[in-house]
């Protein structure tokens, strides 16, 4: 029954290497996103597809890609792992683009670990 | 770019009391949402606010948005142990949420 679920919880590895993180809502919404964690707590947004479309890249190296192969997914690729890249990782949906009819919901985040 | 400040950043109180935290912003929006964040959990909306002095409940928690709508407060009554988390007050900007840094809540029993 889970709303928005990503995969892994947990990811530890070398810098250098190529990670993946998986998202995918059930909500029937049109919207998702990726947002960063930083080791202070800021949220900060790096990416958003409406319907598979990509609406926002948030000045983000382009070491990151998203794919969204249909509006109930939104993965996260990141090449070239870099020690700062460590932090939290949160997918979340809205309804639509505007998001503020019901807010985001989001997912329970992916703690990425560079080492 | 448009920024949320909310203060305080954090705050220690004892199990009973009330509490206050507020976000302030150099610009006007249209929506005030606040969302809570437990340890190792993502956030989760606790009440949205869409008009300006519009005054909000949910359980033990009351918001407020702003009348000049550059602010918004959240009051939360009673505090008990579960209460304890991270808040975030959150906005509109361009195709986007945009989010204050946070006030950590500790509550000591």
């Known amino acids: 029954d889970t709303a928005v679920s990503q995969t892994p919880k947990y990811l530890v590895t070398q810098m250098g290497n190529d990670k993946s993180i998986k998202c995918e809502q059930n909500?029937?919404?049109?919207?998702m996103y990726w947002y960063k964690q930083d080791s202070k707590k800021f949220l900060k947004i790096m990416f958003s597809?409406?319907?598979?479309?990509?609406?926002i890249n948030e000045t983000v190296p382009n070491r990151f890609s998203p794919k969204s192969p249909d509006k109930a997914h939104l993965n996260l690729h990141i090449n070239s792992l870099e020690l700062g890249d460590s932090a939290v990782y949160f997918c979340?949906?809205?309804?639509?683009?505007?998001?503020?009819?019901?807010?985001?919901?989001f997912g329970s985040g992916t703690r990425l670990t560079v080492v | 770019g448009q920024q949320l400040n909310q203060s305080p950043q954090s705050m220690f109180i004892q199990e009973g009391e009330d509490v206050s935290m507020n976000c302030t912003s150099s610009?006007?929006?249209?929506?005030w949402l606040w969302y809570k964040q437990d340890p190792g959990e993502g956030p989760v909306l606790l009440i949205a606010l869409y008009k300006a002095g519009e005054l909000t409940s949910n359980g033990r928690l009351t918001a407020q948005f702003g009348i000049t709508r550059k602010d918004s407060f959240l009051n939360i009554s009673a505090s008990i142990p579960s209460d304890v988390g991270i808040y975030f007050c959150?906005?509109?900007?361009?195709?986007?949420?945009?989010f204050g840094q946070g006030t950590r809540l500790t509550i000591n029993p």
């Open positions: 597809y409406n319907n598979k479309e990509l609406i």
């Open positions: 909500l029937g919404h049109d919207t």
């Open positions: 610009s006007i929006f249209n929506t």
């Open positions: 979340a949906s809205s309804q639509d683009l505007t998001g503020v009819s019901y807010g985001y919901t």
């Open positions: 959150a906005s509109r900007g361009a195709q986007k949420l945009v």
